[in-house]
């Protein structure tokens, strides 16, 4: 089984055109979007390939567990990025929402590469979060650390103008803040070499993404 392109059915349902034809580009533009995210999918399942298989982490496994959760964790993101891209006012916000949407999509492609070639399945029998020593404190109503709950999505959809950019904002730095906490996780309990390496150069990403985050908050006048 393979991870699915995150999508928002919602996408689709803006307006052909209005004066200017300013919708109908921002239509074309999605579509360009959504074909990055596909290919970063194909570039990421490719990138996993490339992974030794000489010992495979097993079921239950830290690196089993994380893949398994890194990869929900990122589908939310993905979505909320496409949403950043069709309704973000700032011009920044959007092109933060496509980088993160095309970047996190490629490291589905991986974690599931790598759960393929670990012959496991996408899914466990363990709870979220299980796999981390501190895990199960971690998730609150069902979420792992940072992630929306669906009223919180909700709303992000209803939003626009500013409001969206400031909401989006800030949900994205609570997202990556949980994210860079399950990282640090796997940095600390895996074993698997191309594992680390990847989770480091993922850390690496979010914390560079957190910066400009926050930046981007400020100017906006907005506060976490």
Wanted: proline share 5%.
């Amino acid at each position: 089984m393979t991870a699915p392109v995150t999508t928002d059915s919602e996408l689709d349902e803006a307006p052909a055109a209005d004066e200017g034809g300013r919708p109908a580009a921002r239509r074309y533009g999605l579509l360009a979007v959504a074909a990055a995210v596909a290919v970063g999918l194909l570039l990421g399942y490719a990138g996993g390939l490339l992974t030794p298989t000489l010992t495979r982490p097993g079921q239950n496994s830290a690196e089993a567990g994380f893949a398994r959760d890194m990869t929900a964790h990122h589908n939310q993101a993905v979505a909320m990025g496409l949403l950043a891209f069709r309704q973000g006012q700032d011009a920044e916000v959007r092109q933060v929402g496509v980088d993160i949407a095309t970047g996190q999509q490629g490291e589905i492609g991986t974690m599931q590469t790598w759960l393929r070639s670990w012959k496991l399945d996408p899914t466990g029998d363990q709870a979220p979060m299980a796999w981390m020593p501190d895990g199960a404190g971690l998730v609150k109503n069902g979420l792992m650390p940072g992630m929306a709950t669906p009223e919180e999505m909700a709303k992000l959809r209803a939003a626009s103008g500013r409001e969206f950019d400031v909401m989006f904002l800030r949900m994205m730095i609570q997202h990556h803040i949980g994210g860079v906490h399950m990282i640090d996780g796997i940095l600390a309990e895996g074993h698997d070499d191309d594992v680390l390496a990847v989770a480091q150069v993922m850390k690496n990403t979010q914390q560079n993404d957190l910066a400009n985050l926050t930046a981007a908050l400020k100017r906006l006048g907005g506060t976490p």
